[in-house]
């Protein structure tokens, strides 16, 4: 990538030179092709980051990517421009200019990402980040090449600098993807970067002490005040992801916020996006079709009627709002899930609000931010269709969403003729907990027929559709657009292999939360 | 005048915690003082003479109850449902409830006192009917007892303790027991299967609800003369860990250490509940604790009258008449029987032939109970054990928090907590010391125990109301449960009843349902 590309014509302005002090000592060049070195490499760190950030959060990579080199790199052509504006006290000017980049790049991919969750105008922000980087940087090499002017020969000064600027490209782009992402995440990765630019400019009050005079302590507390707020906003950054949610995601974290309830984290990688509750994976773009339309479709064709009232709880993606949606019968969707934070990402978050195609803004859609259980209790007794779709029951909050009191309150709430279906982990790893499940709403007065498929990214998966009378599972799927779901497909759903087959629990009531200890110790034994 | 804060503090919460949190900056924090009666209370002890009733002023009724609380309501409601319809209940507070009474809020509703009650055998046929009524049977096991209601079935995790800054699950402390520590928990276990399983030459199990049920050989109450804290020492179970959880015990059912309680009321805190070794049964609960059942009880019993003093019950010709002070002037009631159920030591006072009888009254504890209001919950650290029902603090004089919202299921957002405080010393100096403690201490008090366990929790309180029993239970000391004073206060004198939890020696509701249900019978008997 032609990072540096802009620079090549910096020294082309031919000024006169403005010469060094007259009583100066000479530079110590190759050091300062040392610092030509980490300024080239910061500098494309910056605009990778920034490229990285807009296409994962905003989508569309290809646009994002040429939209944010285009931009930095005609910037940089504006910085070298207005460097033959700096016309004293070089070495001053140099040592500002870096401690500005080490400040606005620095804190460029934490605004960033707290932008993304707080204001609408992202773009606007993310485009103006890498303006101000990009004209910054292009000020540096110039300042630098001036500086050297007249103590080096042109022809080694333009080769020596270059070679360092190309080399800091080359080490940038092969740290960036291989060392920084993977171990620092993308917020650390800007203030670590940050911090080595900031380290440039401490160092050059000693280096080009022979072009500063006597006033180098304002500049050297300066530096320490940049560094100082980098470092900061090192220790802050846990607040925006975890030095271990950096670590444990295989993909790198583009959007993490602790809500009231929970951790929401949206990691990206080659094959699309994932997004996690607590750690736990809720779907991965590129199979999420074959989970939701398993989870939703076979409940709308088990009922009597063509269902016209559906209740989805939990599912705050919209991905099985998505699915429903596509069945004409519906005319009324009330989606109950506890965490305005979940419902608000949907549909403020691009690659998920094309994903559930804007299911939340569909006129028949009304959101309640509330506990199901809770919510359930005083909820009118008319859905003809419920759709189940909770986070495992990894932590007592959640188990009691899987108690036979909970599935008794929610019999008492189905129209006649109505049916259910639950997510119910996986029958493969967590074969207890499954069946748990099952013979929880068993208990509770339900008629259950079990059902499971593959969904790549979590295994094989399980789920229980449901009547209060006694029915025959669904032989056709729905006559609407779909991608996994057919016939056979969804009669193979309803067979189970041998290791999966039911095995003896007791029923998961409000007083044992048995669910919560099942899970525990099948999962336990996978991760 | 009452103490200072500080001195309040230190006194309540012990020297260390006192000067943190009489050092910080003092916010003045919402609430009031909670009325549990205790003005018209005294004013009837201090009644030098019995006023005159005005003929105009003397009405008549079948049964009048006296007294609000448990015992008296249980006496109305078991009336009713057994045909008796004319029955007045009358209450010296401005609420029914006694010491089960309960609170609502906009977020919730809440207890002021006793919160829940143990899942009842298909033989107690009183606690049985109550469940019936409110259709909180979902079927029966294979014992043939009831199965509660699971939304009432206290939700699991129930309990938690907080130790060396961690919250660990249950209220034993297993996390770096010793083997000995867990020697000694399985051999106090064996012991309390033996006493949960004895039966006497009749079939009468030592340890069961209610006391009245209880076998009354030597062999088992030989144990009321002994004091639970030398039981276990004889035992050999002296761990700490052991030990602090059944001093724990001690303070959470009776008011007292196990050093002062009775070897039977102590082995009957951990036997009675015990269906089979090794399984207890359910605990059952309300987000207002037992105020729910009382809620019931009320709206099955006809009139109540409330703020009416009962001063003097006479057994008459023909029944009883009562006298009363109503805000507006004496008041005279006739009626055929009389239920007094009020506590041993109101009864002296009210009841003529009592009066002059004198004798040793049962003693009483005190109790202090805040609801704490809060806008939202405080941080959790991962890796502790998550919220519970009831969060009990190790090393805190106060026995802890229950969460109203815990059994509805609504874990996150605002909500009440209640916190409890007994007062294991001498009742009357406690009552003394505290008589002139105002709203600001007892909340400074409230909050600063809880900040010690969740830092951020200041600031996230929105209100602490806080209510003083003065006399809130009845204690069961070393010889009080088998003691023949105790036996014979139950007996009628006329046609005058008593029912009380106090005359079990032990303030549970099951005793008090007990003894309304059987001043009734004895009524319906007549």
Known sequence: ?527 | MGPSRREFVAMLLGAPLAAACGGGGARTIEGSLVETGMGRGHAMRDLRAIPAVPDGRWRRTGVIVIGGGVAGLSAAWWLRRNGRTDVTVVELDDVVGGTARGGASSVTPYPWGAHYVVAPRADEAAMVALFEEQGAIEGHDAHGDPIIDEALRCRDPDERIWYRGRWADGLYLSAGASAEDLAQLARFDAAIDQWATWRDAAGRPAFTVPVSACSTDPTATALDRESFGAWLDRQGLTSERLRWMTDYACRDDYDLLAADTSAWAGIYYFAARRRAPGSSRAVVTWPDGNAHLIAHLASKVGPIETKLAVVDVRAVAGGVEVIALADDGPVGIRAEHAVVAVPRHVARHIVATRREAGGVLPDCGAWAVANVHLRDRPRERPGDAPPAWDNVIRDSPSLGYVSATHQRGRDVGPTVWTWYYPFPEDGAVVRKRLAGAGHGEWAATVVADLARVHRDLPDLVTRVDVAFWGHGMVRPRVGAMFDLTRMSAAAPIGAIHFAHTDLSGMALFEEALDHGVRAAREILAS
């Open chain 1, 1 to 527: 990538m032609g990072a540096a590309a802009p620079d090549a014509a910096a020294p082309g302005a031919a000024d006169p030179p403005d010469g060094p002090a007259p009583a100066a000592r000479p530079l110590p060049a190759p050091l300062l092709y040392i610092n030509v070195f980490v300024v080239a490499t910061c500098g494309l760190v910056y605009e990778l980051l920034a490229g990285t950030l807009g296409s994962y959060l905003l989508g569309d990579s290809v646009t994002q990517f040429s939209l944010v080199i285009g931009l930095y790199l005609s910037a940089m052509g504006v910085g070298a421009w207005l460097s033959r504006r700096v016309d004293k006290h070089l070495a001053r000017r140099f040592i500002e200019v870096e401690l500005a980049v080490a400040l606005v790049g620095g804190v460029s991919a934490p605004i960033l990402f707290v932008g993304f969750a707080e204001i609408a105008h992202f773009q606007l922000l993310l485009l103006g980040f890498v303006t101000v980087i990009g004209i910054l940087v292009g000020l540096e090499l110039p300042l630098l090449m001036r500086l050297l002017q007249g103590q080096v020969e042109f022809k080694d000064l333009v080769s020596r600098v270059l070679t360092f600027d190309y080399a800091g490209a080359l080490v940038a782009a092969l740290l960036f993807p291989m060392l920084l992402v993977p171990e620092l995440g993308l917020v650390r990765t800007s203030l670590v970067v940050g911090l080595g630019n900031a380290a440039i400019g401490l160092w050059g009050t000693w280096l080009l002490a022979p072009h500063l005079g006597k006033r180098v302590t304002g500049l050297r507390v300066r530096a320490l005040i940049v560094i100082a707020i980098l470092v900061g906003g090192l220790i802050q950054a846990d607040h925006m992801s975890t030095w271990a949610e950096d670590r444990m995601y295989a993909d790198t974290v583009v959007y993490a916020k602790t809500t009231a309830y929970q951790r929401i984290v949206v990691t990206r990688g080659p094959s699309g996006f994932n997004l996690f509750l607590n750690g736990n994976l809720q779907f991965a773009s590129g199979d999420e079709y074959r989970y939701h339309e398993a989870l939703v479709h076979p409940a709308m064709v088990a009922g009597d009627h063509p269902p016209k009232r559906v209740l989805v709880l939990g599912g705050g993606d919209g991905l099985a709002l998505r699915e429903l949606l596509k069945h004409p019968s519906v005319e009324a969707v009330t989606l109950v899930d506890l965490d305005p934070g979940m419902t608000t990402l949907s549909t403020a978050f691009p690659p998920l609000a094309q994903l559930n195609r804007q299911s939340f803004s569909d006129p028949r859609v009304t959101v309640v931010n509330d506990d199901a259980m809770v919510w359930l209790e005083s909820a009118p007794a008319n859905w003809d269709v419920a759709i189940v779709d909770f986070p495992d029951p990894n932590n007592f909050a959640l188990g009691k969403l899987y108690t036979k009191r909970f599935y008794r309150l929610l019999k008492s709430k189905l129209a006649p003729g109505g049916a259910v279906s639950v997510q119910a982990t996986s029958p493969l790893f967590a074969r207890r907990s499954f069946w748990c499940v099952m013979e929880t709403m068993r208990a509770a007065g339900f008629v259950v027929h079990p059902y499971q498929l593959a969904v790549p990214s979590f295994g094989v998966w399980g789920f229980g559709l449901a009547r209060a009378e006694a029915f025959e599972p669904p032989a056709h799927a729905p006559a609407v657009a779909l991608r996994f779901l057919d016939d056979d497909a969804l009669g193979a759903m309803f067979k189970f292999s041998a290791d999966e087959k039911p095995v003896p629990v007791e029923i998961n009531q409000l007083d044992n939360q048995m669910l919560v200890r099942y899970y525990e110790s099948e999962w336990r034994k996978w991760q």
